[in-house]
């Protein structure tokens, strides 16, 4: 029962990490009902989830994932949040694929849109990509091609009891934040959108504790869970084992700034055709300038250039020599061998 941990959330009081990992396993076993877990989501939430339980909570998830073992030294996602309600493009999904055009190992984990009208299972499989694949397809794809998409839901099978919920209650709780940093491939690199900046230094320290090697954990201008082209994006950067925060700017990197309405996002169908542009090249706008910008932060995330300036220019060059097209072409034949 979650009566116990709904009680002492409800009260303001922080739970241990055996309190938490103890409520996640009643949670993930179908041992609450519905109404149980929402009380308990809305009460995390209304205190404000820390560290200590959050981490918990990953251990927890990670250890019923199916796990995906890739043989790679640097593994990268760039799955944010979401929840940001911005109703921004699929710029982390188009970055993917990306870095991987540059030779960045990528396990792209996602979901279907929540809070948006597209999110990346729903964009990937507009423009041909199969999100049921098999697991042991999925694997090949990553260390064969470079890249593949974990499918949460298929990953992850014990979601299926808070996943109803999580729709219902239609607030941002802590499995916003658990769902990236549960990457069923563990990924050793991670570029992370966040839906606060509040959350930056915090999501940091939990990624720290799940050992992820290199981290931007990003919030841009207006709570986007992406690098903005509007203003200024805090970071927090683990890197070494230590946590650093600073923000950003596209100007510092010579890109040219938009408002936030020119890279609006829409229906799975138009985000896909608008991907498809600009890796065709047909689109210089502000479309391709966010894709460059946040997968300059994507390369130096994954320790494949030394800084995000260098980061900007192997980024336009995989878009503009073609080759970010044809790692999409080739993730879209691979999941559907």
Same mark, same amino acid.
């Given at each position: 029962?979650?009566?116990?941990?709904?009680?002492?959330?409800?009260?303001?009081?922080?739970?241990?990490?055996?309190?938490?990992?103890?409520?996640?396993?009643?949670?993930?076993?179908?041992?609450?009902?519905?109404?149980?877990?929402?009380?308990?989501?809305?009460?995390?939430?209304?205190?404000?989830?820390?560290?200590?339980?959050?981490?918990?909570?990953?251990?927890?998830?990670?250890?019923?994932?199916?796990?995906?073992?890739?043989?790679?030294?640097?593994?990268?996602?760039?799955?944010?949040?979401?929840?940001?309600?911005?109703?921004?493009?699929?710029?982390?999904?188009?970055?993917?694929?990306?870095?991987?055009?540059?030779?960045?190992?990528?396990?792209?984990?996602?979901?279907?849109?929540?809070?948006?009208?597209?999110?990346?299972?729903?964009?990937?499989?507009?423009?041909?990509?199969?999100?049921?694949?098999?697991?042991?397809?999925?694997?090949?794809?990553?260390?064969?091609?470079?890249?593949?998409?974990?499918?949460?839901?298929?990953?992850?099978?014990?979601?299926?009891?808070?996943?109803?919920?999580?729709?219902?209650?239609?607030?941002?709780?802590?499995?916003?934040?658990?769902?990236?940093?549960?990457?069923?491939?563990?990924?050793?690199?991670?570029?992370?959108?966040?839906?606060?900046?509040?959350?930056?230094?915090?999501?940091?320290?939990?990624?720290?504790?799940?050992?992820?090697?290199?981290?931007?954990?990003?919030?841009?201008?207006?709570? &986007?869970?992406? /690098?903005?082209?509007?203003?200024?994006?805090?970071? !927090?950067?683990? +890197?070494?084992?230590?946590?650093?925060? $600073? @923000?950003?700017?596209?100007?510092?990197?010579?890109?040219?700034?938009?408002?936030?309405?020119?890279?609006?996002?829409?229906?799975?169908?138009?985000?896909?055709?608008?991907?498809?542009?600009?890796?065709?090249?047909?689109?210089?706008?502000?479309?391709?300038?966010?894709?460059?910008?946040?997968?300059?932060?994507?390369?130096?995330?994954?320790?494949?250039?030394?800084?995000?300036?260098?980061? &900007?220019?192997? /980024?336009?060059?995989?878009?503009?020599?073609?080759? !970010?097209?044809? +790692?999409?072409?080739?993730?879209?034949? $691979? @999941?559907?061998?």
């Amino acid at each position: 029962m979650l009566k116990p941990y709904i009680k002492k959330a409800a009260e303001r009081e922080n739970l241990t990490s055996q309190e938490m990992k103890e409520a996640m396993e009643i949670m993930m076993t179908g041992k609450s009902s519905e109404a149980q877990i929402a009380a308990f989501l809305t009460a995390l939430k209304m205190k404000g989830e820390t560290v200590e339980e959050i981490s918990a909570a990953a251990m927890v998830m990670r250890e019923k994932a199916h796990y995906i073992k890739i043989d790679k030294e640097v593994i990268l996602d760039t799955c944010g949040t979401g929840g940001d309600y911005a109703e921004t493009f699929n710029i982390s999904t188009a970055v993917s694929v990306v870095a991987a055009a540059c030779g960045v190992t990528v396990a792209k984990h996602g979901n279907r849109a929540l809070t948006s009208k597209s999110g990346s299972a729903d964009v990937l499989k507009a423009l041909g990509v199969n999100v049921d694949a098999s697991h042991d397809n999925i694997k090949n794809s990553i260390e064969n091609i470079g890249i593949g998409f974990l499918f949460a839901p298929g990953c992850h099978m014990a979601m299926k009891y808070a996943a109803p919920v999580r729709r219902e209650i239609g607030i941002r709780n802590i499995f916003n934040v658990l769902g990236p940093i549960i990457n069923p491939a563990r990924n050793t690199h991670h570029l992370m959108g966040v839906y606060a900046g509040s959350l930056t230094e915090k999501i940091a320290a939990v990624l720290k504790n799940m050992g992820n090697v290199h981290s931007l954990v990003i919030c841009g201008e207006g709570n &986007v869970d992406e /690098a903005v082209l509007w203003g200024n994006t805090s970071v !927090a950067e683990l +890197k070494d084992g230590k946590i650093t925060t $600073y @923000s950003i700017n596209p100007e510092e990197f010579g890109i040219e700034p938009c408002t936030q309405k020119e890279v609006i996002g829409s229906s799975p169908e138009e985000n896909a055709a608008i991907m498809a542009e600009v890796f065709a090249g047909k689109r210089k706008d502000a479309y391709y300038r966010i894709i460059v910008y946040n997968g300059a932060i994507a390369l130096y995330t994954a320790d494949a250039v030394k800084s995000i300036k260098d980061g &900007v220019l192997m /980024a336009k060059d995989a878009i503009d020599s073609g080759r !970010a097209a044809d +790692k999409l072409k080739q993730l879209v034949e $691979y @999941s559907n061998k």
